[in-house]
């Protein structure tokens, strides 16, 4: 059940000119929220920009007690919330709606979970590798970003025992190129009875080519969707994905009830 | 202190509504929200059969508003009926379905399959939606389409009838009189300003339809105006929307002559707003000494002097 919180800002570090994490006093969706879900979010009063914006939610951050106290929020700007959330203010209050969505089914060991994220797209695999390691549950991100600078957390996932395979599209670390070349690799390198669980989040083209991979080695894959949403509440219909039903026809399903995280073998990629 | 209103037969515990296609078929907001403390909830316009709607994206922000396209997606009516309805019921939620057609017989078959269902409270008629070629908006912008869809579907119906207008006309007054001369119980008014907004970048329009609907607080004073001037004109109930923000905004449009009003787009930015707006209009009426929220509607002064008006 969402809950709606005037969550204090408690820090926002920039990590580059385009990247901040923002720390969000939120215990109530901290302590309720699953990997892979999200929160709406809208930083100015009034109604410029009007609408909330949807965020997944990078950490859960505990207290000495180890009770969820915050989460945090990775964000890219690319439009008018993003700058306003870049330019966030410790003490300022930001509206914050959660938690929301379907998240990740999570596996367990021996099937090893294999993180695919594309840039921003690494939002919701902080929680997701804390919950796979809890399990003892063999984890790889493959991390692909456009240069080394905006490679974030490594060391978190480092700390966790997470095997990281990185790639930049300047090449100025890990592999040069896309994310999607090293996972097809290591897929068909892959002995075909040892499990596997996909997970993907990132642009649009990325999650399009997972699911291909993922089709091709006939490896099951979750991927979390990202689209203009309207309300995150099923509210409007804004946000819909095209899926292949039971009945194999066409269906716009809403992503912020039916989603974030779908099915990629369910997704009709057009 | 007496919030409830009567839109003909259906009588509303406040004025307070949630707009169609702002909250889904209210199922969805059921944890956030007591479905039964609304005054009622119009529901996702529903055609006979099911619609999958436009591809994505279907919205876009605007300065203090929205554009949508979303091309009425639903499940038709009568999974409508067999899936949400018994919930709505079992939440007592009151209840309007606003309805769709592409032809005046869609709309009569409808409203026929409706008013057969329990727990249906009213039936509000989209002739409106800017969004779908064939259909609705057809009847909405033709005077004699309005009267005959409404008349058509007066006779297969007790359920009050509430054709929902249209802003994109030159007059929307004469509409509201041809709707009350078919048979209508209320009007309710208005629907989305068509529309549109183009990536100068790309020079691609910013939603897959090209054209669609803005709504939201940058609206608010063509739709106050046009209550107004539908007050004027016709002696049945109007419901009045469009840009509705918080309770002093629901307060303007039933001084206007709203007899109760709907709430879209604010819904999405804040969904716990239903009790802030009962709230404040329960606040206002104290400080005004009303008693029943009935008695304010339509009691905008406009013979006040200019230096009464200025506040000098
Ligand atoms: C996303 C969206 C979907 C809508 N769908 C419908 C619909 O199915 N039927 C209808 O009569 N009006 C529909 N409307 C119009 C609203 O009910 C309302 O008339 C309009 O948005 C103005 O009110 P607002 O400014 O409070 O949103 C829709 C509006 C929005 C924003």
Redesign the interface.
């Known amino acids: 059940?969402?809950v709606?919180v005037a969550a204090e800002v408690i820090v926002n570090r920039a990590l580059s000119a385009d990247y901040n994490l923002v720390a969000l006093a939120a215990p109530a969706i901290a302590a309720a929220a699953a990997p892979g879900q999200f929160v709406m979010l809208?930083a100015n009063a009034g109604?410029?920009?009007?609408?909330?914006r949807p965020f997944s939610i990078f950490e859960i951050l505990r207290d000495g007690g180890g009770t969820p106290s915050a989460l945090t929020i990775l964000s890219k700007r690319v439009g008018p919330s993003t700058n306003l959330l870049y330019d966030a203010r410790a003490g300022q209050r930001i509206?914050c709606?959660g938690p929301i969505g379907r998240p990740f089914t999570i596996v367990d060991a021996p099937v090893e979970g294999w993180m695919i994220a594309g840039g921003v797209g690494l939002a919701p695999f902080a929680t997701l590798a804390e919950s796979l390691r809890a399990r003892r549950v063999e984890t790889t991100l493959f991390y692909g970003a456009r240069r080394a600078a905006e490679l974030f957390h490594l060391d978190f996932f480092r700390a966790l025992g997470v095997a990281l395979v990185l790639t930049t599209e300047d090449g100025s670390a890990g592999e040069t190129g896309r994310v999607v070349a090293p996972l097809d690799r290591k897929l068909a390198a892959r002995d075909r009875q040892a499990p596997v669980m996909l997970y993907a989040c990132g642009p649009e083209a990325m999650l399009a080519a997972t699911a291909r991979i993922a089709a091709r080695h006939q490896r099951p894959c979750q991927v979390s969707v990202e689209?203009?949403m309207?309300?995150g509440?099923?509210?409007?219909?804004?946000?819909?994905?095209?899926m292949r039903g039971e009945d194999g026809g066409?269906?716009?399903v809403r992503s912020c009830?039916a989603g974030p995280v779908l099915a990629a073998d369910q997704i009709i990629w057009d | 202190m007496d919030l409830s209103v009567r839109i003909g037969s259906l009588l509303l515990k406040n004025p307070l509504i949630a707009a169609s296609?702002?909250?889904?078929y209210g199922v969805?907001?059921a944890?956030?929200v007591d479905l039964s403390s609304l005054g009622a909830i119009a529901v996702?316009g529903l055609f006979l059969s099911e619609r999958?709607?436009h591809?994505?994206?279907?919205?876009?922000?605007t300065?203090?508003?929205?554009l949508?396209a979303?091309g009425l997606?639903g499940i038709g009516v009568r999974r409508f009926v067999s899936e949400k309805l018994p919930e709505l019921r079992a939440r007592n939620a009151t209840v309007v379905v606003n309805v769709c057609g592409t032809t005046l017989d869609e709309y009569v078959e409808v409203s026929r399959i409706l008013s057969d269902a329990e727990g249906v409270g009213a039936i509000e008629l989209n002739i409106s939606c800017p969004n779908i070629k064939e259909g609705g908006i057809q009847f909405g912008c033709s005077l004699n389409g309005t009267y005959d869809v409404v008349s058509a579907v007066r006779k297969v119906t007790r359920l009050p009838v509430i054709p929902k207008l249209t802003p994109n006309v030159t007059d929307v007054p004469s509409f509201a009189r041809a709707a009350e001369e078919g048979g209508a119980d209320a009007v309710s008014l208005v629907n989305t300003f068509l529309a549109m907004v183009i990536d100068i970048e790309t020079r691609q329009p910013k939603i897959s339809n090209v054209v669609g609907g803005l709504s939201?607080?940058?609206i608010r004073p063509i739709a106050v105006r046009m209550v107004y001037e539908c007050r004027q004109t016709v002696r049945i109930p109007i419901i009045g929307m469009g840009g509705i923000?918080d309770a002093r905004d629901a307060l303007e449009f039933m001084i206007a002559g709203a007899t109760a009003v709907q709430v879209g787009?604010a819904?999405?930015?804040?969904?716990?707003i239903w009790t802030k707006l009962v709230d404040g209009i329960r606040d206002y009426l104290q400080r005004h000494r009303i008693a029943r929220v009935s008695d304010l509607v339509g009691t905008i002064d406009t013979h006040a002097s200019a230096t009464e008006r200025s506040g000098v």
């Open positions: 059940m969402p709606d809208k109604f410029d920009p009007l609408l909330r509206a709606l689209r203009v309207g309300c509440l099923g509210g409007c219909y804004s946000c819909v994905v095209p066409r269906h716009h009830i | 296609g702002c909250f889904g969805e907001y944890d956030v996702k999958e709607g591809a994505a994206p279907r919205i876009v922000e300065p203090a508003g929205m949508n979303i997606q939201g607080p940058a923000a787009t819904n999405f930015v804040d969904p716990f």
